[in-house]
């Protein structure tokens, strides 16, 4: 069945640091693939998301590029600011079925001033 | 604004006791999702319905029940039956197509004592 693998956290950054999460997946067919964003007692907003390869998703400052021949999609952002703290999802969804999507385990992420 | 609105957002009960999830969407959205959110699992979905009175079970579906009389409305019961049932419970919609992101609710926060 898909699956997603996210790299596990926490990561701890200082604010202006690189920021990347690895994300590779396992998939029939062709998914599509999203990076969602939980805020602390919040749900889950869509950051971005690629629906074919070597399509590039991009918002608010953060990337990632589906890689259809690693199977990967990893979140980057160049300079992160302490409002970025927050646990980062990667999903994906297959083509058939009922448009659910399967999720990774998320990565919570810090950014101390 | 549209949306998706869950209530309440911290729900108290008993063991042995059945408690009701409320989830509303005003985006006109046909598809709804329930998952089910613990820490280091990332989401699990329980139930789904992609259109009015029918829905399907997700992957953990066991000791939980829902409706779909209306469009706008999908609520959730956790029972009695359900072995662990505190959890962060997130409601989401879709619009439809493989490429159309999940829109979620802010989620309701279930302890049971």
């Known amino acids: 069945g898909d699956s997603v693998t996210q790299m596990e956290g926490p990561v701890t950054l200082s604010e202006e640091a690189f920021l990347t999460i690895n994300c590779t997946y396992t998939?029939?067919?062709?998914?599509?693939l999203f990076w969602y964003v939980q805020y602390p007692g919040e749900g889950l907003q869509l950051l971005l998301k690629?629906?074919?390869?070597?399509d590039k998703g991009s918002n608010k400052g953060f990337e990632a590029t589906y890689r259809k021949e690693t199977t990967s999609f990893h979140l980057e952002k160049g300079s992160v600011q302490v409002s970025d703290s927050a646990v980062y999802f990667c999903?994906?969804?297959?083509?058939?079925?009922?448009?659910?999507?399967?999720f990774g385990k998320g990565t919570k992420l810090s950014v101390i001033p | 604004d549209g949306g998706i609105t869950q209530s309440p957002k911290y729900l108290f009960r008993k063991e042995g006791q059945n408690v009701t999830l409320s989830c509303e969407q005003n985006?006109?959205?046909?598809?709804m999702y329930w998952y089910r959110q613990d820490p280091g699992q990332g989401l699990r979905l329980i139930y789904y319905?992609?259109?009015?009175?029918?829905?399907q079970k997700g992957d953990i579906a066991e000791g939980y029940s829902v409706s779909r009389e209306k469009k706008e409305s999908f609520p959730l019961t956790v029972t009695s039956a359900q072995k662990n049932p505190t959890a962060f419970y997130l409601c989401?919609?879709?619009?439809?197509?493989?490429?159309?992101?999940?829109?979620f609710g802010n989620g309701t926060r279930l302890t049971v004592t």
């Open positions: 319905s992609q259109i009015v009175n029918d829905f």
């Open positions: 998939a029939t067919g062709y998914p599509s």
């Open positions: 999903a994906l969804r297959t083509r058939a079925g009922s448009y659910q999507l399967t």
């Open positions: 989401a919609s879709i619009e439809g197509g493989p490429n159309s992101p999940l829109h």
């Open positions: 985006l006109n959205h046909d598809a």
């Open positions: 690629a629906t074919k390869a070597d």
